[in-house]
């Protein structure tokens, strides 16, 4: 009988088996992660021309990385969505090129990660850096490098008001309270449509829950004018003839996680109390002021009933057109978030030849 092999012998056999087993390349507990991170990586270099090779050590951040948390954290101002419980994306793309941005989503698409793409402007659920229902994503982050999406609000209205004397101004609570400075806090938003006069005794049961809370906030715009001249299909944001004003409520508060359940309470129960004074049917909502309480879609599972009822609180008719618009171009849902538009479900989507999925 041979002599069972020494461990002298045994060693560069291990070796060699570590070196040929791709799987092995990897330690065991960060094997999906790292295997996702190296695979995009492979795939991006298939994907790019020479002339426009990555520099991946300034454009590819993954979370053992000594920058990682300043990049995630750099546009991120719901604390919320930045507490250690929330999952952190498996790494953030910082493109430099349009190329790499094609190359990132076509990355994406073939390693079926699911992408978030970031702007940099409020972001009030922290859908462009956090997932509540995605079991891992990516961050491919705009805000560095990228003017048209990445413009902030001061930006875009000298641009505007370069070419127009009057248009409706969005505010987001960051303008209102520190300028065009950073700052970061935990924070919830609601928002409402008021077509009717709200009573004097709405406004004191206002007043009182405010005195209530520590650090809340409302905006009110004016509608009307210009607003409601424009069709309620026209475009998707549909709040046009008969509303007179917008309203979104905030609640800030820096004292951690810990108040939170107080604060979400408290903002909740204020937009209960406004339901006599709102609209109905449906209650309508600013999209950009986003709130995850309307609902939730499920990852890549959506659900087109469910879906619309955020979506109509949204945009109203236009939530069907969004959704057929969606079918068409996008009918697999792979740009999607917790309330992105779903597309049709198969059984309901008109077959070929009698028209296809049509939209006017
Ligand atoms: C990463 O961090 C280092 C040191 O803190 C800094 O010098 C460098 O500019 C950072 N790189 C990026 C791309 O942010
Ligand atoms: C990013 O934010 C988190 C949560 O607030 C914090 O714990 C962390 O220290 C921040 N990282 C940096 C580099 O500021
Ligand atoms: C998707 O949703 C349907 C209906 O709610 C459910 O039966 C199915 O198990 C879900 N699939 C996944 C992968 O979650």
């Not at 790494?91 to 702007?119: D, E, G, M």
């Not at 004003?245 to 204020?270: C, E, P, Y």
């Not at 004074?277 to 499920?298: C, E, I, Q």
Request: proline share 7%; net charge positive.
């Amino acid at each position: 009988m041979a002599p069972l092999p020494s461990s002298s012998s045994i060693l560069p056999l291990l070796l060699l088996c570590l070196l040929i087993t791709p799987s092995l390349a990897f330690p065991k507990r960060h094997q999906p992660a790292q295997k996702q991170q190296y695979r995009f990586l492979q795939c991006l270099s298939d994907h790019t021309k020479k002339t426009t090779a990555i520099p991946f050590s300034r454009t590819f951040f993954t979370p053992d990385s000594s920058n990682f948390s300043t990049v995630l954290n750099s546009t991120a101002q719901n604390l919320r969505y930045l507490l250690p419980s929330v999952l952190k994306p498996v790494f953030i793309f910082t493109p430099l090129q349009v190329s790499h941005i094609q190359a990132a989503v076509i990355c994406s698409k073939k390693l079926n990660i699911n992408l978030r793409i970031r702007s940099g402007g409020h972001d009030y659920e922290g859908l462009s850096y956090a997932s509540k229902t995605e079991s891992s994503f990516l961050i491919l982050d705009l805000s560095k490098a990228w003017a048209q999406a990445g413009a902030t609000i001061g930006e875009a209205y000298y641009r505007i008001a370069e070419k127009s004397r009057t248009f409706p101004t969005g505010t987001a609570p960051e303008v209102l309270l520190q300028g065009q400075s950073l700052f970061k806090n935990y924070f919830k938003a609601k928002s409402d449509f008021v077509r009717d006069p709200i009573p004097e005794t709405g406004l004191e049961g206002i007043w009182k829950r405010f005195l209530q809370e520590d650090s809340p906030l409302t905006i009110w715009n004016p509608l009307g004018g210009q607003m409601a001249r424009i069709s309620e299909s026209a475009i998707p944001f549909p709040h046009r003839k008969g509303n007179a004003f917008m309203i979104q409520w905030v609640t800030n508060w820096q004292d951690g996680a810990s108040s939170s359940a107080r604060h979400m309470d408290w903002v909740r129960k204020l937009h209960n109390y406004m339901t006599p004074y709102v609209s109905k049917k449906p209650r309508t909502s600013y999209v950009n002021y986003r709130d995850l309480d309307l609902g939730m879609n499920k990852g890549g599972n959506t659900s087109f009933i469910e879906a619309s009822a955020w979506g109509t609180s949204y945009f109203k008719g236009n939530f069907n057109k969004l959704v057929q618009v969606k079918t068409k171009f996008d009918p697999e849902n792979f740009f999607r978030h917790e309330q992105s538009i779903p597309p049709l479900p198969v059984s309901m989507r008109k077959r070929k030849g009698r028209g296809g999925v049509g939209f006017h």
